[in-house]
């Protein structure tokens, strides 16, 4: 089992910069690939970023040159920095976890992933 625990969300105003953890514990398996998802109200979940187990990221053109998805040596924590923020990247961020390796084009596609955390809410004002 895999368990999710994100932080960092909170309130900013655009061009601002704020940075996600995502705690996991696994007490049995192992992970591969991880993700960065968001939701907004009334739109679907939609991938920001991921990593792949040897490292390999993948950014949504929405995010790309302004986010960063990186994990620490253990591979126990994802973080995601995301800098000059804008209205439009309002949404609940979910941390997501995959036992299985995950084809590149199927990165961003959130039923590529079995374990999921809470979420966290990021708002960003104008």
């Known amino acids: 089992q895999v368990q999710l625990v994100e932080s960092g969300g909170g309130s900013v105003q655009a061009g601002e910069s704020l940075t996600l953890s995502c705690a996991m514990s696994?007490?049995?398996?192992?992970?591969?690939?991880m993700g960065w998802f968001r939701q907004a109200p009334g739109k679907e979940r939609e991938g920001v970023a991921s990593?792949?187990?040897?490292?390999?990221?993948k950014y949504s053109d929405s995010v790309k040159g302004r986010f960063i998805i990186s994990r620490d040596n253990a591979k126990t924590t994802l973080y995601l920095q995301m800098n000059s923020l804008k209205p439009e990247d309002t949404a609940m961020y979910y941390c997501?976890?995959?036992?299985?390796?995950?084809?590149?084009?199927?990165?961003?596609?959130?039923?590529?992933?079995?374990?999921w955390g809470q979420g966290t809410q990021v708002t960003v004002s104008s």
């Open positions: 997501a976890a995959s036992s299985l390796a995950i084809y590149p084009w199927a990165a961003l596609k959130a039923n590529s992933y079995r374990y």
């Open positions: 696994v007490t049995s398996g192992v992970t591969d690939s």
């Open positions: 990593i792949a187990d040897d490292g390999t990221t």
